[in-house]
């Protein structure tokens, strides 16, 4: 089971949300904890960040694994238009 660490950009991100959609986003990244490359995610190319991206409805979770602490950051949720 790998750690989550939440950024504070992910947690200011997070907080703005409307409830509905703070529930399903929040799901999803419970569920990461024991699949931090379930299927469907996507590794990211050519962006500042690296690392990988879950999406839920129009909404994005940007996030960074470390295999060797068992470790997974979330970085950033934003909709999509904005990632």
Same mark, same amino acid.
């Given at each position: 089971? =790998?750690?989550?660490? *939440? /950024?504070?950009?992910?947690?200011?991100?997070?907080? /703005?949300? !409307? %409830? &509905?959609?703070?529930?399903?986003? $929040?799901?999803? *990244?419970?569920?990461?904890?024991? %699949? !931090?490359? !379930? !299927?469907?995610?996507?590794?990211?190319?050519?962006? $500042?960040?690296? +690392?990988?991206?879950?999406?839920? +409805?129009? =909404?994005? &979770?940007?996030?960074?694994?470390? %295999?060797? @602490?068992?470790? @997974?950051? *979330?970085?950033?949720? /934003?909709?999509?238009?904005? &990632?």
């Amino acid at each position: 089971m =790998y750690t989550l660490l *939440i /950024k504070h950009s992910a947690e200011r991100d997070l907080r /703005k949300l !409307p %409830d &509905v959609i703070f529930r399903r986003i $929040n799901d999803k *990244i419970l569920a990461s904890r024991d %699949d !931090p490359r !379930p !299927p469907g995610v996507r590794k990211l190319v050519g962006s $500042n960040i690296e +690392g990988w991206r879950i999406r839920v +409805g129009d =909404y994005r &979770v940007l996030y960074q694994i470390d %295999d060797e @602490a068992q470790s @997974a950051t *979330i970085v950033r949720v /934003k909709h999509r238009r904005e &990632v």
